[in-house]
């Protein structure tokens, strides 16, 4: 796609409402669990399980969805994972019991594994100067950060008006609207490279990090030196060996490995992850000890992450523009630091 097309904004406006839909799902539940233990009958651990189910299939299949997508076509599988993510989204709202919502949101964890990698490569795509992609990035991720903290303020707000299907039937129009813009305005794309799919390797790799996020969201309930929780982080450990073995050693690896020998890529990815393992968790357990121990409602309790909405919205673009300026080490050693 041309740099020069005048609609290339309005096409990030469409992929940040799409990133927008997939990371509000993993916060909006959160304050609508007193009313599910309540009129699910749900126990402790289906509650906890209400919210990791859609993390669980999200962070697993997230190789296999951008695999797809530069095979198939980036649009067409954004397109066809919002399809599902708004189906999945409606059999939620009408479930009937703690284990048909718990289905249904991995089911919806899936769809989003789709559509969240394939936005990213439409933005690479799309914007090919380096300032005009900084800014797109910053916008992108801002969308990110802003999502994470009005799932709950969403979430509350519905909770206070209607019964907690609504946290998800609200998806629906969203999605459609994000459909009928995304046929408007992005043009299909894929790979120039017709490769053969990394069966192999996708095994390997979303295995891998399923088992690895399974450990983690499990370890404190089983214990972290429980024969299970172990036995899980050395599957994981033996699976991504496996994956980067193979990957190395393929002429069309479904990642290319070696881009995680340029320190500066690690530290990124890792400084990425931090951020978003420490966010999620923050959000998590400052919506529960609102509504549980100060005892607000749901509305207000999900009104108190708003400071950060605020404060992320504004800091992410302004934290792309100040990397081009001073640098991208300063300003993510800076953030980490602040974060602590």
Known sequence: MSQKKPHKWLVLAVLCLS???????????NVALPSL??????SNSALQWIVDAYSLPFAGFLLAGGGLSDRLGRKKVMQGGLVFFAIFSAMA??????????????????AAAFIFPA????????????????????????????????????????????????????????VALTIVAGQLVIPESKSEFNRRFDFTGLFFGS???????????????????????????ATAAILFTGFVLWERRRPEPLLDVRVFSKPAFSAGAVAIATSFFCLFGFIFLVTQYF????????????????????????????????????????VVGSGLVIMS
């Open 37 to 42: 233990s309540a009129q699910l009958n749900a």
């Open 207 to 233: 295995a891998g990090i399923t088992l690895l996020v399974l450990a983690i969201i499990e370890g404190p309930t089983w214990g972290w030196r429980s024969a299970t929780t172990l036995s899980l982080f």
């Open 19 to 29: 990133v927008f839909l997939v990371v509000v799902d993993n916060t909006i539940v």
């Open 93 to 110: 709202a009408w479930s009937q019991s703690s284990t048909q919502l718990i289905s249904m949101r991995a089911l919806m964890g899936l």
């Open 291 to 330: 509504q549980l121990v100060r005892g607000y409602s749901a509305f207000s309790a999900g009104a108190h992450t708003l400071p950060f909405a605020i404060t992320s919205m504004i800091m992410t673009p302004l934290g792309a523009l100040l990397a081009l300026k001073i640098g991208t080490r300063t």
């Open 119 to 174: 936005t990213l490569s439409i933005l690479t795509i799309t914007f090919t100067d380096a300032r005009d992609r900084a800014k797109a990035y910053g916008i992108w991720g801002a969308t990110s950060g802003l999502a994470v903290a009005f799932g709950p303020l969403t979430g509350g707000a519905l909770i206070e008006h209607f019964w907690w299907g609504s946290v998800f039937l609200v998806n629906l129009p969203v």
